[in-house]
Nanobody, 124 residues
Framework: QLQLVESGGGLVQPGKSLRLSCTGS????????IGWFRQAPGKEREGVSC????????DYADSVKGRFTISRDNAKNTVYLQMNSLKPEDTAVYYC???WGCGYGPYYYNMQYRGKGTRVTVSS
């Protein structure tokens, strides 16, 4: 069974950092582009970032550009989302998703495989 598993969420103060991880269970991520999207309470899903299978292409939503960095370590079968300078409006459940490319951007929630999410709360 092909599964994506997110981890690293939690409660953090504004201005602080978190690093989310996305690992593959049952398949190797290095064949896939990995996207992140989020859904805040009462709001629509929002594409956040995507990285190509080889890691040489990345894309970011304007709302996170300059603060978030996506990266991958294919040897560890893991994709990371480093989130710096967090704001209360970054509070959401964050999901990773996998497909053959980032062409869905920014609608990464339409990618073929999706995890169950990890909750991030930014609050003082």
């Amino acid at each position: 069974q092909l599964q994506l598993v997110e981890s690293g969420g939690g409660l953090v103060q504004p201005g602080k950092s978190l690093r989310l991880s996305c690992t593959g269970s049952g398949f190797t991520l290095d064949l896939y582009a990995i996207g992140w999207f989020r859904q805040a309470p009462g709001k629509e899903r929002e594409g956040v970032s995507c990285i190509g299978a080889s890691g040489d292409s990345t894309d970011y939503a304007d709302s996170v550009k300059g603060r978030f960095t996506i990266s991958r370590d294919n040897a560890k079968n893991t994709v990371y989302l480093q989130m710096n300078s967090l704001k209360p409006e970054d509070t959401a459940v964050y999901y990773c998703a996998a497909d053959w490319g980032c062409g869905y951007g920014p609608y990464y929630y339409n990618m073929q495989y999706r995890g169950k999410g990890t909750r991030v709360t930014v609050s003082s």
